[in-house]
């Protein structure tokens, strides 16, 4: 038995650094993909809850109600194609309809593009050259953007940046959209003239129902990858501290021959206390969790403030529906 521990301790001393050094490496991997895939998820709900306060404005100054699936689906696809429009080259969106005026640019000519209208939503102009088998069974821009969506905008040149290069890697856009069609499942279900939904569960299925965002690594969870990178710099230091035990035990039985294992127990021991450190620094300056719950809080809010106001205008476009059939009813007595 006492070889048995003497061979493993001498095997260990050989691997023990290096696998100290693997662990912070694979831990830094896990850290860096769960912070990117958190922060992308975090800017695109950031960029919805935006546009819903600047959809409220704009209700209010025309006056006109939506049916809160088709409010949704428009803000949440129009964020969809501004939040990777710096992805693709040859696209102008004008998400601003008083901005129509401004449309044509120096050395563009109208004869190479196309310009889809949909009401006030947003205004596409692309070359003919690109993607125009889209546009004929597209039948309106936004089911442009959705059709580009299902074909990963392959035939559009993307301009390379690392985080153009990550959220192809990742799938980045396929788990946006997938947040998009979450809500939108639960939010055809929901008229005005019905009870107030639960916007904190309709958001909470919307993000934590996602493949794209909930996964890490193949089969490591965003949970259980918070449980381990939690406690991670803790692993990487027993090790270390294990290596002592080791040198130790290696130096007592080679006859209290000191040299034979001293080097390696305070080796592991500072590698690991010091790459444990360092790794909790990093982990604990990437507030990820908290970076979650305000997305869900966020995604929450913006389906909650497009049905108070939506209902608003709808209960007074009631009300005064209601007040001219009163008018009308006397006169139709008297006739």
Known sequence: MNSFIFWYSQAAESFLIPLIILIFLIGLMILFKRHFLVKREHSFISLIHQRTHEHVDRQYSRGKVDAYYDVIRNIFQKSFDEFFRSKFMGINLELDPEKKSRRKKKGTDPAKSIVAKNQDLVTVRFDKSVGIE??????????????????????????????????????????????????????????????????????????????????????????????????????????????????????????????????????????????GIIFMMIEKSTPDEDMSMNSLEMLSNSLEIIWNNSKALFDRESEMGRNVDAEEAPESVVD
Do not use: C
């Open 134 to 275: 889209l546009i004929k069974t597209a039948r309106s821009p936004i089911d442009f953007i959705v059709l580009l969506t299902e074909k990963k905008r392959q035939k559009f040149p993307t301009k390379f940046s690392l985080n153009n290069f990550l959220d192809k890697r990742y799938h980045i856009d396929d788990g946006i959209q997938k947040i998009i069609d979450n809500t939108l499942s639960q939010a055809m279900y929901y008229h005005y003239d019905h009870s107030k939904p639960n916007f904190l569960n309709i958001a909470g299925y919307s993000i934590s129902n996602n493949p794209f965002f909930k996964k890490v690594w193949l089969g490591l969870s965003t949970d259980i990858a918070d449980s381990l990178l939690r406690t991670w710099h803790e692993i990487i230091v027993m090790i270390g501290i294990l290596g002592t035990f080791i040198g130790f035990f290696i130096s007592f039985q080679s006859g209290g021959n000191l040299k034979l294992g001293v080097g390696v127990a305070i080796t592991s021991s500072i590698v690991g206390m010091s790459l």
